[in-house]
């Protein structure tokens, strides 16, 4: 498999943008060598500038559903796009896309359209200290949830202490108001509220994380999260940003059974075009403006372009039988990778929730932010170079879910898990 335009194209692309890309973990910094520049993609394919073919477990990392430009979402840009481009005025496929997302995810009573994950969770988080009243906010490890200010934050030394800022730029004053807590350690988590919980407006979580690979909640730990903010006045987020149409047609909350107060959106239903929402309980929702005092904005929020495509996909998957066959799909997949690695006699842990999945490289069980770390990144590293030449596009890092969409089929999954076979066998 030669690279010359690609690597031509990276080389003119890092004089002009930082790194070359973005968005950072397109650079392959976690793998070693230089990115693939993308000309097309169609179904479960994506094809380079090289005219190299690949099978997509990335579909821009977790949007394309359906595979990449499907007929109907494409036959409805099309019909769209003839009608303008944007009115910056309200539409009715505004409020037409707003009543998909309720009826799939009926927790969401009221619901604000923007552009992107990383709006929709930074001004849930705006709206869920305006209602409380509350400055503080809890976060966990690994947990990702876009790349706002107050969000940037690890954990500092002792697991109950205030974060300290994860990128420069980031006042430490911000960082002060984020608590960042070990996932899946309920005990740790009900300390922290009893001791704090005046000053705490809200806990943010992925309900699978979907960020450091795929990191299943333990039985009970969501259900904890829900019983102790709901005792102490604490706006319960699930950030499904994700995991929303992934995990099920209702995401995490829908899966798991668990009601939470706010929930954010993006990914999925956008169908491919920049979109995320927010919304929850009409109590807190009501405060956004202009129907309340929280402010919040935005030029293109609601573009025509997006809410059609995101009508369009999410009406094709609210179809009977689709979760189904994605359902029937990934167990393929799933039981074909773990035969492989055991065949190769690499030491793996597979995890999936719905269409998500993460196979790390170790030989002990990953449930948290610090099981997640002790994966063989160098193995990995070697083992996405290799599946990439055979035609395999996995993400660039061990860290980073994988997806599949209605579009991959039989033979895609069986060359999949053959090529992943012979890569391992030689690792
Ligand atoms: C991708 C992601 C975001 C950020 O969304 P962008 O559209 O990239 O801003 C936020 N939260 C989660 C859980 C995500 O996976």
């Known amino acids: 498999m030669k690279w010359n335009r690609s690597h031509r194209l990276f080389k003119k692309a890092l004089e002009l943008i930082p790194g070359g890309v973005n968005s950072p973990v397109r650079a392959f910094k976690a793998v070693g060598g230089n990115p693939i520049f993308i000309e097309r993609a169609k179904g479960s394919k994506i094809y380079d500038v090289d005219g190299n073919e690949y099978i997509d477990y990335v579909l821009s990392w977790g949007p394309m559903i359906l595979g990449h430009s499907?007929?109907?979402?494409?036959?409805?840009?099309?019909?769209?796009?003839?009608?303008?481009?944007?009115?910056?005025a309200p539409t009715a496929i505004e409020t037409e896309l707003a009543g998909l997302v309720n009826k799939a995810y009926p927790s969401m009573e009221k619901i604000r359209m923007v552009n992107s994950g990383t709006e929709a969770a930074m001004s849930a988080i705006r709206t869920a200290r305006g209602f409380t009243k509350r400055d503080k906010i809890i976060k966990f490890e690994g947990c990702y949830h876009g790349h706002a200010d107050g969000l940037l934050v690890k954990a500092g030394s002792g697991a109950t202490t205030f974060g300290v800022p994860d990128s420069h730029g980031v006042p430490k004053s911000y960082a002060k108001n984020t608590i960042t807590l070990p996932f899946n350690d309920i005990d740790t988590f009900r300390k922290t509220v009893v001791a704090g919980w005046r000053e705490i407006a809200c806990v943010i979580l992925e309900p699978v994380v979907g960020n450091i690979g795929c990191v299943l909640p333990r039985p009970g730990f969501l259900e904890a999260l829900r019983?102790?903010?709901?005792?102490?006045?604490?706006?319960?987020i699930f950030d499904e940003v994700m995991t929303g149409f992934r995990v099920s047609f209702g995401g995490a909350q829908a899966y798991y059974g668990i009601k939470p107060d706010m929930t954010c959106l993006g990914k999925v239903i956008g169908g491919g075009l920049p979109v995320g929402a927010y919304g929850g309980k009409k109590e807190i929702m009501s405060l956004v403006a202009p129907e309340g005092p929280v402010y919040q904005a935005g030029t293109l929020s609601g573009n025509p372009l997006a809410m059609t495509a995101g009508i369009e996909t999410l009406r094709i998957l609210s179809k009977k039988g689709t979760?189904?066959?994605l359902s029937k799909r990934m167990q393929q997949l799933e039981e074909g990778l773990k035969d492989a690695s055991k065949k190769a006699g690499i030491k793996t842990r597979f995890y999936r929730a719905g269409t998500m999945f993460c196979t790390y490289f170790t030989g002990s069980d990953v449930y948290d932010y610090t099981?997640?770390?002790?994966?063989?990144?160098?193995?990995?590293?070697?083992?996405?170079?290799?599946?990439?030449?055979?035609?395999?596009?996995?993400?660039?890092?061990?860290?980073?879910?994988?997806?599949?969409?209605?579009?991959?089929?039989?033979?895609?999954?069986?060359?999949t898990v053959s090529s992943v076979y012979k890569v391992m066998a030689e690792l």
């Open 70 to 88: 499907n007929p109907r979402v494409v036959k409805a840009l099309k019909s769209a796009i003839e009608k303008g481009t944007s009115y910056g």
């Open 227 to 236: 019983k102790i903010t709901l005792k102490h006045g604490i706006v319960l």
């Open 323 to 325: 979760y189904d066959k």
């Open 371 to 415: 099981t997640a770390k002790r994966s063989d990144t160098g193995l990995f590293a070697r083992f996405f170079i290799n599946i990439l030449r055979q035609g395999i596009n996995m993400a660039p890092s061990q860290f980073e879910a994988g997806f599949i969409s209605t579009a991959h089929t039989i033979k895609d999954i069986d060359k």
